[in-house]
């Protein structure tokens, strides 16, 4: 099975693979958004982060690779009253990231990267955001193999401080926090997990 289909396999289920509510280190930053700023949600799956964007009326570029992921968060954007403009894309081959075009960027668990691949969309996604920009990152560290509540099963694919302080450590108002906590979103993120989130301004 091809990773392309391994994805859409699993967006296929019923419902919302993650659930159709933000995560919740994304709703955290609520006070930190604004109405139209341009935002791209990186890997945004079935779309509850990109809408959640949208209804605090962003302006919403999602990308995914999984077409029935998109799908799913268009008809989500529709029936929460907001749009958002979904972009099927293989971040792995290489994707036209833009020059300086977002105000926020947002990367919610978007660990299927092995190394080399991580570190061409960590630049990426630091050529996209603007100066001044808001970066928010949540991904799973290390002791998340112990919990195998969700996330990849490679060691070299989860994330560590170390790790984000060599790709965004320039940043200012840099803060990174790692945690563990119960998460709950929809079938695939489930359960006590290791937790590692940065908050960034380029």
């Known amino acids: 099975m091809s990773e392309l289909e391994r994805w859409e396999t699993r967006f296929s289920a019923p419902g919302y693979l993650f659930g ?11 006070d930190r958004l604004r ?17 959640w964007l949208a209804e605090h009326g962003l302006d919403v570029h999602s990308v995914d690779f999984s077409p029935t992921a998109l799908a799913k968060a268009e008809a989500l954007a529709k029936e929460r009253g907001v749009t958002i403009r979904t972009e099927q894309a293989d971040l792995l081959q290489g994707w036209d990231w833009p020059v300086d075009a977002y105000d926020v960027l947002v990367g919610i668990f978007m660990q299927f990267a092995p190394p080399a691949e991580r570190a061409a969309i960590f630049n990426g996604m630091k050529q996209a955001l603007k100066q001044g920009g808001l970066l928010l990152i949540e991904g799973y560290g290390p002791k998340q193999l112990e ?16 790790l984000l302080m060599e790709f965004f450590g320039e940043f200012s108002e840099l803060s990174i926090e790692e945690y563990d906590e119960e998460v709950d979103e929809g079938a695939g993120h489930v359960g006590m997990s290791a937790l590692i989130d940065l908050v960034a301004r380029k």
Do not use: C, E, H, W
Request: no cysteine; proline share 7%; glycine share 16%.
């Open 20 to 30: 159709n509510r933000p995560n919740t280190f994304l709703a955290r930053q609520a």
């Open 35 to 51: 109405p139209g700023m341009k935002a791209l949600s990186v890997a945004d799956g079935d779309g509850r982060n990109g809408v």
């Open 147 to 162: 919990y195998g509540t969700g996330g990849p099963k490679k060691l070299d694919q989860l994330y560590t401080r170390d």
